[in-house]
C-alpha cells in the first residue's frame, strides 16, 4: 500500500509533512484531517478538533499523560476507527487505540505518531516534495546520482 501525502503551510507559516486521515465513529460518521507525521512522536494524538467535528464517544476522560518537547498534554481514550486513504482512493483501516486531545490547544493538526509509523517506510523528502508512507508490495530504492 501507499499512501502519499503532501508539505503543508501550517498557520504559524512553518511547511510540515502531513497525510489525510479520518475518524470513522460508532454512527459511521467521518471527516477527512490532516495528519502531521511525527517521527519523534510515541503515540498518535487527534486533535480537539477531530474528536469535536466527528462526535467521537469518549470512552474514558482518563488517558494517559502524554510528554513532549512541548510539555505535557492529557488524553482521552477513544472508540472510533483511525483510516488513511491509500492511493487507489480506498480508505484503509489501521488499528491500536485512538488517543485524542480533551480540549482545544495550539494549532489544528493531528499528530501521526510511531505506533502507527512503525508499520511503514516513511519518506519525507523536502528538496523532492515528497511524504508517503508505504507498505507492503511497495518499495523505494535511493540512487547515487
Known amino acids: ?15 510540515r509533512p502531513v497525510v489525510d486521515g479520518g475518524l470513522l ?10 495528519f502531521l507525521i511525527d517521527t519523534g512522536a510515541d503515540r498518535t494524538l487527534l486533535s480537539y478538533e ?3 467535528h466527528l462526535g467521537a ?9 502524554l510528554e513532549g518537547v512541548g510539555g505535557s498534554t492529557p488524553s482521552v481514550a477513544l472508540r472510533a476507527t483511525f483510516w488513511l486513504l491509500n492511493t487507489d ?9 485512538l488517543l485524542g486531545r480533551p480540549y482545544p490547544v495550539g494549532d489544528n493538526l493531528c499528530i501521526l505518531g510511531r505506533d502507527l509509523l512503525t508499520h511503514f517506510a516513511v519518506i519525507v ?5 515528497v511524504v508517503c508512507l508505504l507498505h507492503g508490495r511497495h518499495r523505494y ?3 547515487e546520482t
Open 1 to 15: 500500500m501507499r499512501f502519499n501525502g503532501k508539505w503543508l503551510e501550517c498557520q504559524d507559516g512553518v511547511i
Open 25 to 34: 465513529d460508532e454512527t459511521g460518521g467521518t471527516e477527512s484531517f490532516p
Open 50 to 52: 477531530a474528536v469535536a
Open 57 to 65: 464517544e469518549v470512552e474514558t476522560a482518563d488517558g494517559p499523560v
Open 89 to 97: 482512493g480506498a480508505p484503509t483501516p489501521l488499528g491500536g487505540p
Open 125 to 129: 523528502d523536502r528538496p523532492g516534495g
Open 141 to 143: 530504492v535511493i540512487q
